[in-house]
């Protein structure tokens, strides 16, 4: 194309992305419009208008985030058609509808990713534009089908993987590549476990299939939403904008410490306390934790009933708890079952001490209304409900386990491992919580409690339909004095109690905040990063959000740091769908520069030397370097890095040992990436435990640029490939 002639067809291209933003425009115009009305509540029942108030606002937020790169990209198929490809769909009303720019997860937008000069999709050509705000800056094209062109995306994939990291994970929408685009279409109802090593996009590809599968299963997945779980909070914040960027916001994304709702939980275990607690042998420690809760009097305890006193005995009470046990219901369920057993031995023994010589069981009304007065007289006495609770108390998870910790006596009774004992039970860590969520089932609710919350919930419904019937009589002692338009709104209200079911039953939260306040909440869909860390009872938390078991499993084996972890995939997926889980691979990395990636190569060939590295598909041409330091040297040396990345545009991280002056572990970094990176004592970190090869890996592919080492000790043999250099930061990078 000559000068002009692109010069040419770069203004016509403005010209069309220009029209393209005043059609976005125009139905932002026509969205923000029915929003308004619907809030005025003209027309349809309240929660008609409420669920068409919800499906404007989702859709002007849809729209506001399609602004930014609304259009990335053309394709010309061999018959000269043209079609545009964005980050939303978008139609010509005045012609049938046609589609005036692709959405990036229509079918018709496949090619866009996938065409290859060997395998064109019957596309002539693909056209990249790069864009500032509103305006289309260039555009560059690859004409397909030629023998000897480069395979699509090469100009556009290397500016984006160079560019300066900011403070969040980007989307991909405009450069995603042939082999990611193949999982993120894939059709699988049951688990996708995508697995790749570091800087293969893993995690980012997980999240396009999650607004793919938004696009093509809206009506099935909508309601309920998905869950994203996370290995730390920083990995959340790093990943958070990227689906709604892409116009995804029903998303919870969470930690496994935050899967139980009302605790964050962020303190970690001892990598013993995390093998026990995540293994499924832990369920035969609870339900004997629980078990030892169930006692049986050492000494009768006695109850006055009626003119008599009777007594629990531990015979009355084995017989009790037997049922109850035998009734299959949860801990605080099964109370009633021992409840009823006690009452019936209880009151049985004290009406024949009161009616000896008077009363007998023929006099069957006599009976009976003596029984219904002790059964009265017991439900208030204050030592028969004492004597409940020492043999059947009501348990919460955390009365359950914290007790547990605490007492030596209470872990031998369980049979429990003593490395489970600790001196604060309520110390919660990150492997409780699929403890904690186990219990809620296994202990069941307490009848007593859910009745008075009922009963509570039931007295604000009637205050408020009270409140609402008020303002109703008023607008209505105001009817003569309006005009038309107020009377058609008037008239159009509901009575006091319809009033108060609109703002009592009807949850005007977003799905996001209900879904991350109720445990019982089941999703359409999960994605769980970093995969290869979860134990055996996080899956069984994550199976219980999710009943039909679609998930999206994101990991790499070679980076599991946690003792619990996976060590196959098959092992901790096929007990929950067995044959229902399907293998893909990433195997290009995208992140890591080969100078840098060769040195963590050689890392990974010694603590896992079957796993293939991902091969990277760039060199920066700086070559990582090495510096040994004593210890008064560390603390300046470390400030001299950060020094000089301070004045570069992009993002920085130290990481070392927990003692190292502003560094960072290696497992707060996981699924990050900065620009520079700086590693402190790597030494320490591969002689930190069983996974410190693993943890040292993670550590040495978080750069995306720049890699330094400094060290105090001999530096490991997988690192002495590194230049050694005494200089300082700036000049060992002039």
Request: hydrophobic fraction near 40%; proline fraction near 5%.
């Amino acid at each position: 194309m000559s000068d002009q002639g692109y010069e040419d067809e770069l203004r016509s291209e403005r010209d069309y992305v220009a029209g393209l933003y005043a059609r976005l425009d125009a139905e932002r115009a026509r969205v923000k419009g029915g929003y308004t009305a619907a809030l005025r509540g003209t027309g349809g029942t309240p929660m008609e208008r409420d669920d068409e108030v919800r499906a404007l606002a989702k859709e002007a937020k849809r729209l506001d985030v399609a602004d930014s790169g609304l259009c990335f990209g053309r394709l010309d198929t061999l018959s000269g058609e043209h079609s545009y490809v964005g980050r939303i769909g978008l139609f010509d009303q005045d012609n049938e509808y046609e589609p005036v720019l692709l959405d990036w997860r229509a079918p018709a937008s496949r090619a866009f990713y996938v065409a290859t000069a060997a395998s064109p999709e019957n596309m002539r050509r693909r056209r990249q534009f790069h864009t500032r705000g509103r305006r289309v800056v260039d555009f560059t094209d690859e004409v397909l089908g030629r023998p000897g062109d480069a395979e699509r995306g090469d100009a556009a994939l290397l500016a984006a993987v160079n560019a300066p990291r900011g403070e969040g994970m980007r989307d991909i929408v405009a450069t995603i590549q042939a082999e990611q685009d193949e999982i993120i279409r894939l059709d699988h109802p049951g688990v996708l476990v995508i697995e790749g090593g570091p800087g293969t996009g893993k995690t980012v590809v997980a999240l396009h299939r999650v607004a793919y599968l938004l696009y093509t299963q809206r009506e099935r997945m909508e309601r309920h939403g998905v869950l994203v779980v996370g290995p730390n909070p920083a990995f959340l914040n790093h990943i958070g904008r990227v689906l709604p960027s892409l116009g995804e916001s029903d998303v919870v994304f969470t930690t496994t410490g935050g899967l139980v709702p009302g605790l964050r939980v962020t303190a970690e275990d001892t990598p013993e306390a995390v093998r026990l607690k995540g293994s499924l042998k832990i369920l035969d420690v609870l339900s004997a934790a629980i078990a030892d809760r169930q006692r049986l009097p050492e000494q009768p305890l006695p109850i006055d009933l009626g003119d008599t006193t009777v007594r629990i005995d531990a015979e009355t009470a084995e017989w009790a708890r037997d049922e109850a046990r035998a009734s299959g219901l949860p801990h605080n369920e099964a109370r009633t079952v021992f409840t009823e057993i006690l009452t019936y031995v209880l009151t049985e023994r004290a009406i024949a001490r009161i009616g000896r010589g008077w009363l007998t069981r023929s006099d069957r009304e006599a009976w009976e209304q003596m029984r219904a007065d002790l059964l009265r007289e017991l439900a208030v006495d204050d030592a028969f409900t004492a004597a409940l609770d020492e043999l059947w108390p009501v348990l919460t998870p955390e009365t359950l386990l914290a007790p547990l910790y605490a007492s030596e006596e209470r872990l031998r009774a369980a049979g429990a491992d003593p490395a489970l004992s600790r001196a604060v039970g309520d110390a919660w860590t990150v492997s409780d919580v699929p403890l904690l969520d186990e219990l809620v089932d296994l202990l069941g609710r307490d009848k007593a409690t859910d009745r008075a919350a009922e009963q509570a919930a039931d007295r604000e419904r009637k205050a408020e339909a009270e409140y609402a019937a008020g303002a109703m009589d008023l607008l209505v002692d105001r009817k003569d004095s309006m005009d038309d338009e107020d009377h058609l709104f008037a008239t159009d209200l509901l009575y006091g109690e319809d009033l108060a079911d609109r703002f009592v039953e009807q949850d005007t939260r977003e799905l996001v905040e209900r879904a991350a306040a109720d445990r019982d909440w089941t999703y359409r869909h999960v994605v769980v990063d970093e995969a290869q860390e979860l134990s055996e009872m996080d899956w069984r938390v994550l199976m219980r959000r999710c009943p039909g078991r679609s998930f999206t499993v994101v990991g790499d084996l070679a980076q599991r740091r946690s003792a619990a972890g996976a060590t196959s995939w098959g092992a901790m997926l096929e007990p929950y769908v067995p044959g229902r889980w399907v293998y893909r691979s990433l195997t290009v990395n995208y992140r890591t520069p080969a100078e840098i990636m060769s040195v963590a190569a050689a890392v990974l060939a010694e603590f896992a030397p079957d796993v293939q590295p991902p091969e990277s598909v760039r060199a920066c041409g700086v070559q990582p370097w090495s510096r040994l330091v004593t210890e008064d040297e560390l603390s300046a040396a470390i400030e001299e890095f950060t020094r000089a990345e301070a004045g570069r545009e992009g993002t920085s991280v130290v990481i070392g040992p927990p003692d190292v002056p502003g560094a960072v572990a290696a497992s707060e970094t996981k699924g990050l990436e900065f620009d520079a990176v700086l590693v402190v004592a790597p030494e320490r970190i591969l002689a930190d435990g069983p996974r410190g090869a693993a943890e040292l890996y993670v550590a040495l592919t978080r750069a995306t640029q720049r890699l330094g080492i400094l060290h105090q000790g001999p530096l490991p043999s997988a690192l002495t490939v590194l230049t050694e250099t005494g200089a300082t930061h700036e000049s060992a990078h002039a």
